[in-house]
Every structure is written in structure tokens, then in C-alpha cells.
């Protein structure tokens, strides 16, 4: 097992306000508040809107399966890649530090993965470039996450999850503003959020300077297969806090990626709008849904840290997720898209604020917290391998039925709400 510095606190001071003794760089929190707009503004405008348009553009006829296979290819690579990027983070000797050279090499690994789509001219190209895309933010993501325990006490998590909220609002609604207004332009489309990326995770390279240590070499054991495979695994019976976590935000993730993956194509089959009218109006939803979402991401983590209580918030927004999805499947028109989704923001913002701080609280050892947090980050990036095959099966075998696929995501979203109520170490 690998040992690193002595600042970090040991495993049982890990999640109380007054553990976290590793040196805070100044400026560390609007810090990661800038590196989250640019690592989430990066990786989701792709899933969210932009290669839907790539795919369309190269390939309308075979849209559905095209873009499933694009997301399942990009999600298994996300999915091999990320614990043990998070693992090699924690063992990472570079005098720049242990979460730096994953930062911004990830970051420009994305870039060019990025380019590749944007020049692409058959959906082969697209999924090579989004592989490459997805191991590039697998990376940058090993290294972000892994940042909140490594310098942010527990006291003040939830608030800076609610802080990442916001600016994830704003990054998606600059992704749906950027694709549909640059549907004809693919390269500027694909590259300007990868750019971002580059630019926000160099500023937050530059703040955690000097106080982001690297490993000494003489402390660490041999890098062995056993160790590689442990970069996959954390014990679900010995940790069953972590376990409980994990399940509920692996089915969150599957009602929330449903959701936003299909949601175009919704528009497109089911509401009757063309690509271009769908992109507008998912534009339009996302508009008046970003204020709603700030207020929920902001709200939810200043109760959640003051009243000190995570898994209520947790239960109420997988509940009124999954309403919203019962909602949109009965009303499957623009108008109840929209509604679905004003009740779907909210639900997505008060859990997400609240499950990071969860997940940062139950770290089973304080040594390992990027393995921990990667292994955590499988349950948010495994949604994109899972609800690709279900949309694959089920929308072609049944008529391009919205409504069944969006009532088994919104059953996902409710034991999400009931798993979680199960852990034990948290209010």
C-alpha cells in the first residue's frame, strides 16, 4: 500500500471539520470553483448536445445507434481508466505534485480527442476521438476530485459542492448555447470547451503549487499487478457506507445521463421537432432552468453544512427526480418538456451538491483518497456505458417508446433515494 505525506489525517479523523491538517493553499476553493466550470464544461457538452449534432451531421439515418455506441465506447474507456489514474495519482513521484501532471495532461489528451471529432467524417472517427477524449477528462478527473478531501475540511464540502453546482450550471448552459448556435461550425463546436478545460485546470495547477506535494519514492512499495487491481476495488462489505453511496449515485446517474443523452432525440421522435428546433429548445429549457439550478445548488449546500444533515437532501432530490421523469413520460410534448424539467434541475442540483460531500466523508483510508474518489467517480461515469445499452434495446424494440424508458429511469432515481438512507456514519 502506498504512503504519502504526514500532513493528510489519518482515516478516522476523515469527514470532521477539524481533520483536514494538509497545507490549504490560499485561494483553493474559488480555485476549484474555476477548475470544475472548465473540467465539466469540457466533458459534458459533448454528452449533452454536441455529439448528438456530430453524429446527425455525419450520419441522421443511423442517429439512435450511432450516438449509443459513441457514449458506450467513450464510457468504457472512462470506466477502465479512471481508478487507476486515481490510483497512479496517489503514488505520483513528479516534483510537480501528485494531482498536477493528471491535470493538465489529461486536460490536452482531451483537446486533441476533441479535435479529432471535430474533423471527423463518419461516426468510426467520432468514437476514436471521444475514446480519446474520455481518457484525457478520466485523467484530469483522477486528479480534480481527488483535491476536496485532500484540502477542504468537511464543514465546508457541501457548500463548495453547491459553489461546483453553480458553475456546472452555467458550463451546461454554455454547452447547449454553444452547440445549437454552432451546429454548421464542428470545429470551434468541439474545441472552445476543451480549451476552457485547458485554461481552468492551469489555474487551479498554478494555486495548489507548492503545497501539492509529490510522493516520496523511498516510502512507496513496488508497483505491483495486485496493486493495479486494487485500483478497481474497494471492499463493499468492510465499507458498506461507501458501498451504500456508491449504488445510490451509479442509479441517480442512470435517471440524470437518460435524461440528458436522449433528450434531443426526444424532442426529434417524440415531440416532433427537427435537430435544429430540438437543439433551440433544449437551449431554451436549459436557459430558464440555470437560474432555478444556482439557486438549488446554493441553497441545498448552505442547509445541508449548517443543519449538518446530508442524506435527507439526497432522498428528496432522487424522489422528485424520478417524478419529473414520471411526468415527462405521461407528457410527452414540449411544454411538459419543459416542466419535467424545471422539477428535473432542481432534483439533479440538491443531490449532486449533497452526495460529493457524502462521498468525501466516507473515504475508507485518508492515504488513498484519489482511488477512493475515482472509484466513487465509476458510479457517476458507468450511467454512460449502461444507459446507452438500454436505449439501444429498448427504443428500437418498442417503437422509439420514450415514455417506458424514461419510467424505468425514474424507478432508478427512487432507489437512489432509498439506498442512501442506509448509510450509517452520516446524518
Excluded at 513528479?94 to 480527442?113: C, D, E, H, K, N
Excluded at 456505458?385 to 429498448?394: H, N, R, S
Excluded at 424494440?397 to 438512507?421: I, R, S
Aim: aromatic share 10%; hydrophobic share 55%; proline share 5%.
Amino acid at each position: 500500500m502506498a504512503t504519502v505525506r504526514s500532513t493528510h489525517p489519518s482515516p478516522a479523523q476523515l469527514g470532521h471539520p477539524s481533520a483536514v491538517t494538509a497545507p490549504r493553499p490560499r485561494y483553493v476553493v474559488p480555485a476549484l470553483v474555476v477548475g470544475a466550470f472548465g473540467v465539466y464544461f469540457g466533458s459534458l457538452t459533448p454528452t449533452i448536445i454536441t455529439l448528438s449534432i456530430r453524429i446527425f451531421g455525419v450520419d441522421a439515418e443511423g442517429k439512435t445507434l450511432g450516438l449509443s455506441t459513441v457514449v458506450l465506447i467513450g464510457a468504457l474507456v472512462a470506466l477502465a481508466s479512471i481508478p487507476l489514474f486515481g490510483s497512479l495519482s496517489d503514488r505520483t513521484t513528479s516534483r510537480l505534485g501528485r494531482r498536477t501532471p493528471w491535470l493538465i495532461g489529461g486536460a490536452l489528451v482531451a483537446l486533441a480527442g476533441l479535435t479529432v471529432i471535430a474533423l471527423a467524417t463518419n461516426v468510426a472517427a467520432i468514437a476514436a476521438g471521444w475514446a480519446l477524449a474520455q481518457l484525457g477528462y478520466s485523467a484530469a478527473l483522477a486528479g480534480f476530485v481527488a483535491l476536496i478531501p485532500d484540502f477542504v475540511p468537511d464543514h465546508l464540502r457541501a457548500r463548495l459542492s453547491g459553489m461546483i453546482g453553480f458553475v456546472t450550471a452555467f458550463a451546461v448552459l454554455a454547452g447547449v448555447t454553444l452547440g445549437s448556435r454552432l451546429a454548421d461550425h464542428p470545429v470551434p463546436m468541439m474545441i472552445i470547451p476543451g480549451i476552457t478545460a485547458v485554461v481552468c485546470l492551469t489555474v487551479v495547477a498554478v494555486v495548489i503549487r507548492g503545497a501539492d506535494s509529490g510522493v516520496d519514492p523511498a516510502t512507496l512499495q513496488p508497483y505491483s499487478f495486485r496493486e493495479f487491481a486494487a485500483s478497481y476495488w474497494i471492499n463493499p462489505i468492510r465499507h458498506a457506507d461507501f458501498a451504500l453511496n456508491w449504488i445510490s449515485r451509479f442509479l441517480f446517474g442512470l435517471a440524470m445521463v437518460g435524461l440528458t443523452t436522449y433528450a434531443t432525440y426526444f424532442l426529434v421522435d417524440a415531440a416532433g421537432l427537427s435537430i435544429t428546433d430540438a437543439a433551440a429548445e433544449y437551449a431554451h429549457a436549459t436557459a430558464v432552468t440555470t437560474p432555478i439550478s444556482i439557486g438549488s445548488f446554493l441553497l441545498a449546500g448552505f442547509l445541508s453544512d449548517k443543519l449538518g444533515r446530508r442524506k435527507a437532501f439526497v432522498a428528496v432530490a432522487s424522489f422528485l427526480t424520478g417524478g419529473a421523469l414520471v411526468y415527462l413520460a405521461v407528457n410527452p410534448h414540449v411544454s411538459g418538456f419543459l416542466l419535467a424539467f424545471v422539477a428535473f434541475t432542481i432534483g439533479q442540483a440538491c443531490y449532486l451538491t449533497v452526495d460529493i460531500a457524502i462521498a468525501a466523508a466516507v473515504i475508507p483510508d485518508v492515504r488513498q483518497t484519489a482511488k477512493a474518489m475515482s472509484v466513487y467517480q465509476v458510479a457517476a461515469t458507468l450511467p454512460y456505458a449502461v444507459v446507452p445499452l438500454i436505449g439501444a434495446v429498448l427504443l428500437p424494440l418498442t417503437g422509439d417508446n420514450y415514455a417506458l424508458l424514461f419510467c424505468v429511469l425514474a424507478a432508478c432515481a427512487a432507489v437512489a433515494g432509498a439506498a442512501v438512507l442506509f448509510v450509517r456514519s452520516i446524518r
